[in-house]
């Protein structure tokens, strides 16, 4: 399998023989509002064309309903016949888009060979739970491939312990930027708590992405390697990759 980063959550995933586009957000530099009152967002323009982007997609995964996650620009720009997956309760945006064939996953579902199980998630604790919703996360299972546990914005919490716990996965994609809006706790998970999720992964292989490309987004690449390596935790188990990078396992 291959996962390439494309920018902040959006990733192309080849495995078990098909392309899976994660988390579309296609839109340029600067033309989505400030969550942190800093800059607008994207803060970064994407490494490549759209087109080249969408071209090979075969399905398309939503976590969640978020202008970070799925964007207007990803609407008009991907085909409306193209298989969606998404959380229950954000079909309804997805059909209002033109999308034709979206699909909610309460529990799991099975396309071309491939598993999908949703999982829950935190997107964040206290008062800002109310305000962010529910998130997902997804676990991707076929024969002849790693099992990959992609866990969506959310913090480290029980949740996401039990799913490491019940799935065992060989690959884990987190959200580390370290989210924060005014006023309010980290909402995704930051450089502790990336860590901490290895820590109960020991077998796994984390890739930490959602980073740099959102102006409430605190955490640099940069020093999450740095706390990585404090911890004695190679690049071989922790990787962060840039916009554009491919990582073949």
């Known amino acids: 399998m291959k996962i390439q980063l494309i920018r902040n959550a959006t990733m192309k995933i080849a495995y078990a023989g098909r392309t899976i586009l994660t988390d579309p957000m296609l839109s340029p530099k600067d033309a989505i509002r400030s969550f942190a009152g800093i800059a607008k967002n994207p803060t970064v323009e994407l490494p490549f064309q759209i087109k080249d982007i969408v071209n090979d997609v075969e399905s398309v995964v939503v976590t969640h309903f978020h202008p970070d996650h799925f964007d207007k620009t990803a609407s008009e720009a991907l085909p409306k016949t193209i298989p969606v997956f998404c959380q229950p309760g954000d079909e309804v945006q997805l059909a209002e888009g033109g999308f034709q064939t979206v699909i909610p996953i309460e529990t799991a579902y099975t396309w071309e060979g491939i598993t999908i199980t949703r999982t829950e998630g935190r997107h964040g604790s206290g008062k800002v739970l109310e305000l962010m919703g529910n998130v997902s996360g997804f676990v991707f299972q076929a024969d ?7 866990v969506g914005d959310s913090i480290w919490c029980d949740l996401v312990e ?8 060989d690959i884990i994609i987190t959200h580390s930027g370290g989210a ?6 980290t909402i995704i998970m930051d450089a502790e708590q990336t860590l901490a999720t290895l820590n109960a992964s020991p077998e796994a292989i984390v890739v930490a992405i959602h980073m740099e490309a959102l102006d409430h987004c605190g955490v640099s690449r940069d020093a999450l390697r740095q706390l990585a390596d404090k911890e004695g935790i190679s690049p071989s188990r922790l990787f962060i990759p840039e916009d554009g990078e491919s990582i073949a396992f």
């Open 180 to 185: 924060k809006l005014p006023d309010f706790d």
């Open 162 to 169: 039990n799913t490491i716990k019940s799935f065992k996965p």
């Open 144 to 150: 002849g491939e790693p099992t990959v546990y992609w």
